[in-house]
């Protein structure tokens, strides 16, 4: 079907005497490698590969949900949320499948949840019919709070709920919001997997540009991996590269195969987190990360949505800063400063590679 494929870095592929690469559009589904039809704009979303749980088991979030801190609902959308929040029919039950149906407010909503790391997920949720339908949102981010309420965000709307379990917490998810990092349970007894650093790279949309200065909110971010530097980004058309070229693309047009390098960036932004995830596990995170997020938007999911997302993946953590979404939100609501709040430029972490715009 449409969308059930991406086009991904070829398994045996050889960097040439120009450091060409090949690739293939491979179907997930069919197990056949042909070219086909990308997931068109607008469509509604499809799984890309598995929800649910971590390593496939069933979703913790499983059962029904109901609104909770209702004064703190927050969307950008017309509309007020709070109201939404305080509305009688406003519930969601979650399959262990990782799909959640039912209403907030006047809207019918379904999800695709899919858990990243342990109290961690990312959603992608839509409006199937009546009130808003066609509506699509790919950059949710769920978080597990530690007293089992359910944080949830959509940056590219401004939007932010708390859920809490129906009938109150009764202990059946143990996941925190921030849990201890620690070895991911396939390497926990093998200690010749390394350790290696996560750091968030970060540069300009455009040189000699007003976006991007340490007095704006727009910054490209990527997820830089190792002392020996892989970086891995997601650009435009919604095409990720990491250090072999490209990794996956949700078009089979995308043609450009240049490596990343840590020196394509301005800083590096070291949070003290480390990871034992191999570059082979983050292609194929990666991989499945497209077919959930096939469009790229500039609101979001974009360079920062997969960078938070890849960081949680990689360290069970999510960033200690706001995306640019998030930021323009916080500063149109005339919260924490003028600027939003404060992004990676600003983190005492920061080591600056190249002069920032000032």
């Not at 990343?260 to 800083?267: A, F, P, R």
């Not at 194929?284 to 999911?301: C, D, M, N, Q, T």
């Amino acid at each position: 079907g449409r969308g059930s494929g991406i086009w991904e870095l070829g398994k045996e592929e050889k960097v040439g005497e120009k450091g060409k690469t090949t690739g293939s559009f491979h179907n997930k589904q069919t197990q056949q490698t042909t070219t086909t039809t990308s997931q068109p704009m607008g469509a509604a979303p499809s799984s890309g590969g598995p929800t649910g749980g971590l390593n496939g088991s069933p979703l913790d979030l499983a059962g029904a949900w109901v609104p909770t801190r209702e004064s703190e609902w927050y969307n950008n959308n017309p509309g007020k949320h709070k109201n939404r929040a305080r509305a009688s029919n406003t519930r969601l039950v979650y399959e262990q499948s990782g799909i959640g149906k039912g209403n907030v407010g006047e809207f019918a909503i379904i999800n695709e949840v899919t858990q990243i790391a342990p109290g961690q997920y990312t959603c992608v949720s839509r409006i199937p019919h009546g009130w808003g339908m066609g509506w699509i949102a790919y950059d949710g981010n769920f978080t597990l709070l530690g007293d089992g309420t359910l944080h949830v965000s959509f940056p590219s709307n401004g939007i932010t709920e708390y859920w809490r379990r129906e009938g109150g917490y009764d202990g059946r998810i143990s996941n925190t919001s921030a849990p201890v990092a620690s070895a991911p349970v396939a390497h926990a007894s093998n200690p010749r997997v390394p350790w290696r650093p996560v750091r968030i790279a970060i540069r300009r949309f455009a040189k000699n540009s007003e976006l991007g200065s340490l007095e704006n909110l727009c910054w490209h971010w990527g997820v830089c991996v190792g002392e020996e530097h892989h970086c891995y980004e997601t650009q435009g058309s919604m095409v990720i590269f990491g250090p072999r070229g490209m990794v996956a693309a949700s078009s089979p047009l995308m043609i450009r195969l240049n490596p990343t390098h840590i020196n394509q960036y301005e800083g590096l932004c070291d949070l003290g987190q480390s990871t034992q995830k191999t570059d082979q596990e983050i292609e194929e995170f990666s991989r499945a990360w497209v077919k959930r997020h096939p469009i790229y938007l500039i609101a979001g999911p974009n360079c920062q949505t997969y960078a938070e997302d890849l960081f949680t993946f990689l360290t069970g953590e999510n960033l200690p800063f706001p995306k640019s979404s998030t930021r323009m939100t916080n500063w149109s609501r005339g919260e924490k400063g003028t600027s939003g709040g404060d992004g990676p430029e600003s983190h005492p972490g920061m080591t600056w590679i190249a002069k920032p715009v000032t």
